[in-house]
């Protein structure tokens, strides 16, 4: 499992880390452009030694020498490091093989996948000669549903429109039961289960067959004219059916043991999804990964979120001596990540409010800025009063507007209001 990321004159901030990983959950908060998806990037480029996407780090400018250091521990042989320095325009890697725990998956925000099997990506000098050597499996979003060919012309994927209708369409085939059941792990409730349907046709001349999903309301649709938010767990429960049984099936060729480990990266897990999805998606993904491996393989998650959903749904798993949290946050302008101490928030208020998520209340920013204009003009703080709240009226009226009228908070206002009747404006009534 990925222990320590550390990096050194590339990415948001001069120095980034040291980033201590927990074995199992790491939840990865902070606000947009502070280096989450960064950090995901390269975590998978110092398991794999490939860059998701061919995206490359690009060093800042800085004195400092860039460099990215990493631990990682192995189930089989001890815990292994090292440092990668910035040299000459390139990341000066050694020669020699990727000590990699096993099986490491990227999902994308953007609907992209890269997998890294130490079946099918590292190659001995026992393979034949004639076998064409990828490096990673990088597929863009359009990929992962059409298939993708290498350089060489090898299909090495056929997409998840053609797997999925070739396995529902073969008696007895393993595949299609592990993705009906990855579908159904995954799904929000019992209402909304996600079922595959009948394959279909689309158009009078389009002679593909394509997968549908069987709607509550009882018709199957084309997975391709779903949601946004379906599509999603579509792609994550094929992909997670494909790199498993790839694997096995190359290491059944190879004559070795599957991996002992999985580590699996995520950007923005609740991208496209329903807050009933967003509260369920993370427990759901563990299970789904741990019942299609086995129980004897560790599963690691490293996983970016903006959803207080996200964290609110792992607090009855939650465990600190396996996992862990983490906030990115701006400081003297430049980002650093802590690890933050775990704390159970209840709901999804209490979390909103969170050093995870920093809002100073779970409102809108014009009910904000009328609370926080209401308790200054109580403290007697008129000095810090915004231009358009400069009276009690004024801020009265501007509370009316953005304020239901259960609000916990009008009492406390009318209270100290009805102190003040003495003013010549009388006491405001709401």
């Avoid at 999925?164 to 909304?192: K, M, Y």
């Avoid at 209490?350 to 904000?368: I, K, M």
Wanted: aromatic share 10%.
């Amino acid at each position: 499992m990925l222990k320590i990321l550390s990096l050194k004159g590339v990415g948001p901030a001069e120095t980034f880390g040291p980033v201590e990983f927990a074995p199992r959950l790491n939840f990865i908060t902070g606000d947009n452009g502070l280096g989450k998806s960064f950090l995901l990037d390269a975590a998978w480029w110092v398991l794999t030694r490939t860059w998701a996407r061919g995206a490359e780090a690009i060093p800042r400018e800085t004195s400092i020498a860039p460099s990215i250091r990493f631990a990682f521990s192995k189930v089989t042989d001890g815990d292994k490091e090292g440092e990668v320095p910035f040299v000459d325009g390139v990341w000066r890697q050694q020669k020699a093989r990727p000590s990699i725990p096993g099986v490491v998956i990227y999902a994308g925000v953007d609907g992209s996948f890269s997998a890294w099997d130490p079946a099918r990506n590292y190659w001995s000098d026992q393979t034949a000669e004639s076998e064409e050597k990828i490096r990673a499996f990088n597929f863009s979003p359009d990929q992962v549903w059409k298939g993708a060919v290498s350089e060489k012309g090898t299909n090495i994927c056929n997409g998840l429109i053609h797997d999925w209708v070739r396995w529902q369409r073969t008696t007895n085939d393993l595949s299609f039961n592990e993705l009906t059941i990855a579908l159904d792990a995954l799904s929000p409730s019992g209402v909304e289960q996600l079922l595959p349907g009948e394959p279909c046709h689309i158009g009078a001349l389009d002679e593909t067959e394509y997968p549908t999903l069987r709607m509550p309301y009882g018709q199957d649709v084309p997975l391709v004219h779903a949601s946004a938010g379906m599509r999603r767990i579509a792609a994550l429960a094929y992909m997670l059916v494909w790199t498993w049984n790839g694997h096995k099936r190359a290491c059944k060729q190879r004559k070795i043991n599957p991996a002992k480990e999985v580590i699996f990266l995520i950007d923005e897990v609740e991208c496209h999804l329903h807050p009933q999805w967003q509260r369920r998606i993370v427990p759901a993904i563990l299970k789904v990964v741990q019942a299609m491996t086995g129980e004897k393989v560790a599963v690691q998650l490293i996983v970016a979120t903006h959803s207080p959903l996200v964290l609110a749904s792992v607090e009855r798993d939650f465990d600190e001596r396996e996992d862990a949290i983490f906030n990115i946050n701006l400081q003297r302008n430049e980002a650093k990540i802590t690890k933050e101490h775990w704390a159970k928030q209840g709901d999804v208020v209490n979390w909103l409010v969170s050093e995870s998520f920093g809002l100073q209340q779970a409102r809108s920013v014009e009910a904000e800025e009328a609370i926080e204009a209401a308790e200054a003009w109580m403290r007697g703080d008129k000095h810090l009063l915004a231009s358009h709240l400069q009276t009690e009226i004024e801020i009265h009226e501007e509370l009316k507007k953005v304020l239901p009228d259960f609000d916990h908070f009008w009492p406390r206002w009318i209270i100290s209001v009805e102190k003040n009747s003495q003013d010549q404006r009388g006491s405001p009534k709401k």
